[in-house]
């Protein structure tokens, strides 16, 4: 089981035995700093082992480089899946680096982090030198480095924008600083991405495919069928694997085109502003789980399943179906492939086992793109089912979207233009709208804010306070938002069948956490992959509230 292990605290045994294997499910816990050649590594780097003697291990490429460290290129740890410790613990540090992945020190600085986070400046920069061997202005300096490196590799971007788009302040900030991270001059490391790579960048500046890296395994038809099942039509589209929509970023608009590949996900992007890269991939990231780590999460819920017969499976497995249990569930059985290309019920691929029914190896928890339409879209959706409240969604958009260029027409309404047109164009239930348009009206007074640096409780405390939000709404909205990882659903109506299925008992679920928004996931898959016979045009991909 591969443990996240304390930023400020790691086991010198247990990261050199990492390194030493090359072991790729601790990239992103930590890097390696080797003293003798100035350099610092991910763990799975193939390059000849240090000695123990020379080595020393950080939890961040901020705290190396301030360190006076210099990032490998062969290993390239920066381009390493996110450490899973800025989700799954909540403390502010954690939180601070959701925010600084966002891009909120280069829009607004230092202030704007303390001010989002509600914490002093000095207070801020104390706890975060303490956790993560670096203040505020250091990580943002690596989180910039990093996107310059993704600039200078991947585009024919002149370095003089590539230095605004980064955040850099001026161009001699920028060549200073990727030649103290990268020991080399940008037109060098674009030279040697080149003789790497071939010269296949693309020719429009703005237009972008990357390589989005993960931890496997990960169960890519629980995924692609959330995305295919939630597709909005005017705002998303899934089409052949393909997941392609658009959304408002700090500096204009992006375009993103996602599909899943093995060990990545290949992320095409058409950015209005080259500004908006790193928060972009930063909330791509996020919608996706991309920085979890499956193994140790699956572990640990087989953990919890104490008592069964079960263990955790090789991605891709397919047990052999019990054919009683088939019998008793009324279904055909939970193993099965890839979804339909319809965006039909995903089935398991092997996994963790309870009882000889398969659950999925590696499930994600979608994240969202945006905070403000997560909230809306939620509320839009409550009491009908996912393919009614896709239609709702599509109609707003249509009516109150901004028009943009491209293959998808609109983006998602601004909250200013619910507020003041919503009740115009929404059906439904009275009640309904007029908390839709509420909420709206939060959201664009400033009296709710939404963003990933918020704590768990102060969020849903917020939530509850809206007129139409109860605990249902309130907690699937954190689960998103946040990247919560321990959010149980226990009043949804599709849980609640899934763990019937299962046999788990949703009043006594303390030992899955923190990890019981990944159950709530496999409760709902299950539940969905093995319909009631005469309710399964009900099912649908997400369960509805039971009661507000």
């Given at each position: 089981m591969v443990v996240c292990v304390s930023a400020n605290d790691l086991d010198f045994e247990r990261c050199y035995r990492a390194v030493a294997t090359r072991d790729s499910r601790f990239d992103g816990h930590f890097v390696t700093a080797v003293r003798t050649t100035g350099i610092y590594c991910r763990p799975s780097c193939p390059a000849i082992t240090p000695k123990r003697a020379n080595?020393?291990?950080?939890?961040?490429?901020?705290?190396?480089?301030?360190?006076?460290?210099?990032?490998?290129?062969?290993?390239?740890?920066?381009?390493?899946?996110?450490?899973?410790?800025?989700?799954t613990r909540a403390d502010l540090a954690s939180r601070a680096m959701?925010?600084?992945?966002?891009?909120?020190?280069?829009?607004?600085?230092?202030?704007?982090?303390?001010?989002?986070?509600?914490?002093?400046?000095?207070?801020?920069?104390?706890?975060?030198?303490?956790?993560?061997?670096?203040?505020?202005?250091?990580?943002?300096?690596?989180?910039?480095?990093?996107?310059?490196?993704?600039l200078i590799q991947t585009t024919r971007l002149p370095m003089s924008d590539i230095a605004f788009a980064a955040g850099f302040a001026s161009i001699r900030q920028f060549n200073d600083t990727v030649r103290e991270v990268f020991a080399v001059s940008p037109t060098a490391l674009r030279e040697e991405s080149r003789r790497r790579n071939g010269d296949t960048l693309p020719a429009t500046n703005g237009l972008?495919?990357?390589?989005?890296?993960?931890?496997?395994?990960?169960?890519?038809?629980?995924?692609?069928?959330?995305?295919?099942?939630?597709?909005?039509?005017?705002?998303?589209?899934?089409?052949?694997?393909?997941?392609?929509?658009?959304?408002?970023?700090?500096?204009?608009?992006?375009?993103?085109?996602?599909?899943?590949?093995?060990?990545?996900?290949?992320?095409?992007?058409?950015l209005q502003d080259m500004r908006d890269l790193a928060p972009t991939v930063a909330r791509i990231r996020h919608f996706l789980d991309l920085d979890a780590d499956p193994i140790g999460i699956d572990e640990a819920l087989t953990a919890?399943?104490?008592?069964?017969?079960?263990?955790?499976?090789?991605?891709?497995e397919v047990p052999e179906a019990d054919p009683t249990a088939q019998r008793s569930n009324g279904a055909a059985g939970a193993?099965?492939?890839?979804?339909?290309?319809?965006g039909g019920v995903p089935r398991s691929n092997g996994g963790v086992r309870a009882n000889d029914i398969a659950l999925p190896a590696g499930i994600r928890v979608p994240g969202c793109l945006d905070g403000p339409e997560l909230l809306l879209r939620t509320m839009i959706g409550q009491q009908i089912s996912v393919a009614a409240a896709n239609t709702h969604t599509a109609r707003l958009v249509q009516h109150l979207g901004e028009p943009i260029d491209g293959p998808i027409p609109h983006l998602f309404p601004t909250a200013e233009a619910i507020a003041e047109h919503g009740s115009e164009v929404l059906t439904g239930p009275g009640r309904r709208i007029d908390a839709i348009v509420g909420a709206a009206k939060a959201l664009a007074s400033g009296d709710l804010v939404l963003h990933s640096g918020r704590t768990a409780a102060e969020l849903r405390r917020d939530l509850l306070a809206l007129d139409g939000v109860g605990p249902w709404t309130a907690d699937y909205v954190t689960m998103r938002l946040l990247a919560d990882p321990d959010v149980l659903l226990p009043s949804d109506l599709v849980v609640r069948r899934g763990a019937a299925l299962l046999g788990v008992d949703l009043t006594a679920t303390a030992r899955w956490s923190p990890w019981r928004s990944y159950l709530t996931m496999h409760l709902w898959k299950h539940a969905l992959a093995n319909p009631e016979p005469r309710a399964s045009a009900k099912i649908e991909p997400l369960g509805r509230r039971a009661a507000q």
């Open positions: 080595v020393t291990f950080l939890p961040t490429a901020a705290a190396a480089q301030q360190g006076g460290f210099r990032a490998c290129r062969r290993c390239l740890p920066d381009a390493a899946p996110g450490s899973p410790l800025w989700n959701r925010l600084i992945g966002d891009g909120v020190i280069e829009r607004g600085g230092v202030p704007a982090l303390a001010n989002a986070l509600g914490y002093s400046q000095r207070q801020l920069t104390r706890v975060l030198t303490g956790e993560l061997g670096a203040g505020p202005l250091a990580l943002a300096r690596a989180h910039r480095a990093h996107t310059a490196r993704l972008l495919t990357l390589r989005l890296p993960y931890r496997e395994p990960l169960d890519r038809s629980w995924l692609e069928w959330f995305l295919a099942a939630h597709a909005a039509p005017g705002l998303e589209l899934y089409e052949n694997g393909v997941y392609t929509r658009s959304l408002r970023t700090p500096h204009g608009h992006t375009t993103i085109r996602l599909s899943i590949q093995p060990g990545h996900v290949r992320a095409a992007l058409s919890g399943m104490a008592g069964m017969p079960l263990r955790v499976g090789l991605p891709g193993s099965s492939a890839v979804p339909p290309a319809n």
